[in-house]
C-alpha cells in the first residue's frame, strides 16, 4: 500500500459514544496532520506531529485527542461529540518542512447524531 | 503571519472555456506555492507546485500556474475545461522551512454544459 490511508471511511456516533479515526502513511515521512472541513467553512488545522510530539494544538476542544505512536500512524481519539463536529476529518502527512507540500488521506466523514 | 486569499468563491464556466483561478499570497523572502483539487468526498490531491526555477507550472492535466513574485500571485488556468474538471479548487503556500501549509479559502469550479 502506498499513499495515506485513513479508516474509516464514513462514521456515524451517538454523542456518548466513543470511537477512534485512524491514519497511516506509507511514504517514509516525519509529520503528521489533522484537518477539519466542514460545509461552507475554510479547512481547519487541529493538530500537527512532527517525528511523534504534538507540536501544534489549535484551541482544538478536549473531546478531540489525537496520538501518534509512531512516524506512520495518527489516531484520533472522540469522545461526547457534539452534533457541529460533524464534518469530514483529513489527515495528512509531509517530510520535516511542508516545503515539498502535503499527500492527503481520502478522509473519514463523521456524522454526530 | 502568511496568509492566502482566494478571490472567488465559486467560478461557473461552460464546457470547453477558459479558467482563471485567482490566488494571492502575503509576501515573503522564499515560498513554495501548490493548487490542491478536492473531487466531491474525497480527499485533496495536489495538482501542481512551484518550488523554484520556471515561474511557469503545469499539471498533466491541462492546467499551468505561474508563480509572478511581485504581484505575490500563483493564479491556476486552463485554455480548456470539462466537466470532469468540476471540483473544490485550493491554493497553499509554504514559507521556506515551514512546518505547515497555510490554505486559502477555496474555489468551486462548476461547469456547465
Known amino acids: 500500500e502506498t499513499g495515506v490511508t485513513q479508516t474509516p471511511r464514513h462514521l456515524v456516533m451517538g454523542m456518548t459514544n466513543k470511537k477512534s479515526l485512524k491514519c497511516e502513511q506509507h511514504l517514509g515521512h516525519n509529520a503528521m496532520y489533522w484537518y477539519k472541513q466542514s460545509a461552507k467553512k475554510p479547512l481547519e488545522l487541529m493538530f500537527v506531529?512532527?517525528?511523534?510530539?504534538?507540536?501544534e494544538n489549535n484551541s482544538v476542544p478536549s473531546r478531540f485527542s489525537p496520538e501518534c505512536p509512531n512516524s506512520s500512524h495518527l489516531f484520533l481519539h472522540l469522545h461526547t461529540l457534539q452534533p457541529e463536529d460533524s464534518a469530514l476529518y483529513l489527515c495528512?502527512?509531509?517530510?520535516?518542512?511542508?516545503?515539498?507540500?502535503?499527500?492527503f488521506g481520502s478522509g473519514t466523514r463523521l456524522t454526530v447524531v | 503571519a502568511q496568509s492566502v486569499t482566494q478571490l472567488d468563491s465559486q467560478v461557473p464556466v461552460f464546457e470547453e472555456a477558459p479558467v482563471e483561478l485567482r490566488c494571492n499570497y502575503s509576501?515573503?523572502?522564499?515560498?513554495?506555492l501548490f493548487w490542491y483539487v478536492q473531487y466531491p468526498n474525497q480527499g485533496l490531491q495536489l495538482l501542481l507546485k512551484y518550488l523554484s526555477g520556471s515561474t511557469l507550472v503545469e499539471s498533466i492535466n491541462g492546467f499551468e500556474a505561474e508563480f509572478n513574485k511581485s504581484q505575490t500571485s500563483f493564479h491556476l488556468r486552463k485554455p480548456s475545461v470539462h466537466i470532469s474538471d468540476t471540483a473544490e479548487y485550493f491554493c497553499?503556500?509554504?514559507?521556506?522551512?515551514?512546518?505547515?501549509?497555510?490554505f486559502g479559502q477555496g474555489t468551486r469550479l462548476t461547469i456547465n454544459p
Open positions: 495528512a502527512s509531509s517530510q520535516s518542512t511542508a516545503n515539498y507540500g502535503y499527500t
Open positions: 497553499a503556500v509554504s514559507d521556506q522551512g515551514a512546518q505547515k501549509l497555510v
Open positions: 509576501s515573503s523572502v522564499s515560498v513554495y
Open positions: 506531529y512532527s517525528l511523534e510530539e504534538r507540536v
